[in-house]
């Protein structure tokens, strides 16, 4: 029997992410099971060739078609938090 696979980061929201992937769900956005995806895969690697670190703030951010993931890597704690998730020309604001 295989032993399930550990992410080795552990991927936590705010609350405003949270109710931001709660809006995409109701609007049954079609990027919604790529962005979940991704938001996964930060859980093994939360810094992927993809990502960017953003100007004047400490968060990094990822691209999912149109939409971004907003997010802060702590590796004393081995967290990934997600503080958004949006269409690009909302989610900075």
Same mark, same amino acid.
Not at 5 to 31: C, D, F, G, M, W
């Given at each position: 029997? @295989?032993?399930? #696979? +550990? ?18 769900? %109701?609007?049954? $956005?079609? $990027?919604? %099971?790529?962005?979940?995806? @991704?938001? /996964?895969?930060? &859980?093994? $690697? ?6 960017? %670190?953003?100007? #004047? ?6 691209? *999912? &078609?149109? !939409?971004? +993931? +907003? !997010?802060? *890597? =702590?590796? /004393?704690?081995?967290? /990934?938090?997600?503080? &958004?998730?949006?269409?690009?020309? =909302? /989610? !900075?604001?």
């Amino acid at each position: 029997m @295989a032993t399930p #696979h +550990v992410p080795t980061y552990t991927i936590l929201a705010l609350a405003a992410a949270r109710r931001q992937i709660t809006r995409l769900e %109701k609007s049954r $956005n079609s $990027n919604l %099971k790529s962005i979940f995806a @991704a938001i /996964v895969s930060l &859980g093994e $690697n939360p810094r992927p060739t993809r990502s960017k %670190k953003l100007a #004047h703030r400490p968060e990094l951010r990822i691209r *999912v &078609g149109d !939409y971004r +993931v +907003v !997010y802060v *890597v =702590d590796d /004393v704690r081995r967290t /990934v938090t997600i503080c &958004g998730v949006g269409h690009r020309r =909302d /989610v !900075y604001r």
